[in-house]
């Protein structure tokens, strides 16, 4: 296992310097932001990130994400043109000696929440979803926390019409033809891909999600079994779904688990739930049950604190705080050092 934590590049607020300082924390995930999704990321601009990352004492094994573009998504003539961009993306990220790369094949939206700052009865705050909430959303003029910047109106509208009657298995079949035309270049480079389950694990506003958990998983590794084609375990994602045992999924895929993404979340109703702290009281996922059927079932990939609250008075890039981020990093680095002790 080694630790890592995501960092936003340049602009972030978080200084390399600080992310160091946590202990335990081999290197930092990141990406290229300034390129539009479907190009190809200069390789100096990867280089710059890896040198920043190197001169603070952190690794960059890790991207998280190269966007998959919505043409390869909806199986348009054009995404023979955004795969091979994607495929060069992948050369040159192995170039810079990045080992994973972490994406995800959910449409328009990627993670959803209707409260960004959700206030906990200690006064930390975090992000939370609301079923009630979202269904009470107009579809003609969506504004959903979060997603205001990435889209205008009318692109919104566009991109929501090119999707209207795509089935679950039409969207499987077009990332199945995506992991067959780059799977050659994985297998080239030694990258690995972990796709991001879909957050939350359910369709939302009529738009397929197909990576929701284990009968997904299964279709999906029987079409493309190459094991760089891989998961990115998404706990706070996957355990939105009460149908999904997250200890269970951890066991029978440690292997084929690249990356994971630990954090913690509390059902408040059917289909609503809060973001927490990391610790496993805190929530209704089972982390140190997750951490154990991992390390117990031979998992070697990378680890990552995922979204934390606000606390300490910060205020953050929602869930992307330091300081909750780095009490879950050493919460989590402590939970595997006792299992793989326990384990010897
Ligand atoms: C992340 C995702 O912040 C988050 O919610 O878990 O945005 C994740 O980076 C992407 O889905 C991966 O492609
Ligand atoms: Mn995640």
């Not at 019409?161 to 199945?176: I, R």
């Not at 117990?296 to 953050?316: C, I, K, M, Q, T």
Request: with cysteine.
């Amino acid at each position: 296992m080694k630790m890592t934590f995501r960092w936003y590049g340049e602009k972030d607020c978080i200084p390399l310097a600080y992310i160091k300082q946590i202990q335990g924390m081999s290197g930092v995930v990141t990406a290229v932001y300034d390129t539009p999704v479907g190009e190809v990321w200069e390789l100096s601009a990867l280089e710059r990130l890896k040198s920043l990352a190197n001169a603070a004492g952190l690794e960059m094994e890790v991207i998280e994400s190269v966007p998959v573009h919505e043409d390869i998504k909806l199986g348009k003539p054009s995404r023979v043109r955004y795969t091979e961009a994607y495929k060069q993306n992948i050369r040159n990220c192995a170039k810079v000696g990045v080992k994973c790369i972490c994406y995800n094949f959910m449409p328009v939206f990627d993670w959803l929440r209707t409260d960004l700052k959700f206030v906990h009865p200690d006064g930390s705050n975090s992000l939370a979803y609301d079923g009630a909430a979202l269904a009470a959303l107009d579809p003609d003029d969506l504004h959903l926390p979060g997603w205001d910047e990435s889209y205008s109106k009318d692109e919104l509208g566009a991109l929501l019409a090119e999707y209207k009657g795509m089935t679950h298995e039409q969207l499987f079949e077009n990332l199945v033809w995506f992991l067959r035309e780059i799977m050659p270049v994985c297998d080239e480079t030694g990258v690995n891909m972990a796709i991001h389950p879909d957050d939350p694990p359910w369709d939302v506003f009529g738009l397929p999600r197909i990576v929701c958990g284990e009968a997904d998983y299964e279709r999906l590794f029987a079409a493309v079994p190459d094991p760089h084609n891989g998961i990115t375990f998404c706990t706070g994602s996957l355990g939105a779904s009460r149908e999904n045992d997250l200890v269970a999924l951890a066991g029978k895929y440690a292997k084929r688990i690249h990356f994971a993404h630990l954090r913690q979340l509390k059902y408040d109703g059917d289909v609503n739930f809060y973001e927490n702290g990391h610790q496993t009281a805190a929530g209704d996922v089972d982390v140190f049950g997750i951490v154990r059927a991992l390390v117990r079932n031979g998992f070697e990939g990378y680890v990552r604190p995922d979204h934390g609250r606000n606390v300490w008075g910060e205020d953050a890039k929602p869930g992307y705080g330091l300081y909750d981020r780095a009490m879950g990093a050493c919460y989590l680095t402590g939970l595997f050092e006792a299992v793989e002790k326990e384990e010897k």
